[in-house]
Nanobody, 122 residues
Framework: QVQLVESGGGLVQAGGSLGLSCEVS????????IAWFRRAPGKERDFVAR????????YYADSVKGRFTISRDNAKNTVYLEMNGLKPEDTAIYYC???????????????WGQGTQVTVSS
């Protein structure tokens, strides 16, 4: 089992920045992928960014490329999502997820956190 706990959501004005954290615990291996997804009201969960648990490879959705950065801290077993240049359309519940595959669709991910709300005002 893998446990994920997100933190760091909140309210920010358009153009601002916000950082999310995902603390990972349990039986996780270096081959796992940790991803951030988000779900806006009335929409499906969309892929945002992904990093290998080893931290060697990252991948981003086109909608956030150049604005968001995913990273991890080995010592703290934590994955971060730094969000800059936020837009109202970034408003969503952000989820941290873990999988053994490198997919970008939410059904491919086995473990999920509880989510954290990010609201961007215009």
């Amino acid at each position: 089992q893998v446990q994920l706990v997100e933190s760091g959501g909140g309210l920010v004005q358009a153009g601002g920045s916000l950082g999310l954290s995902c603390e990972v615990s349990g039986r996780i291996f270096s081959s796992y992928y940790i991803a951030w997804f988000r779900r806006a009201p009335g929409k499906e969960r969309d892929f945002v960014a992904r990093i290998t648990w080893s931290g060697s490879s990252t991948y981003y959705a086109d909608s956030v490329k150049g604005r968001f950065t995913i990273s991890r801290d080995n010592a703290k077993n934590t994955v971060y999502l730094e969000m800059n240049g936020l837009k109202p359309e970034d408003t969503a519940i952000y989820y941290c997820a873990a999988a053994r595959t490198y997919g970008t669709s939410w059904p491919e991910y086995d473990y999920w956190g509880q989510g954290t709300q990010v609201t961007v005002s215009s």
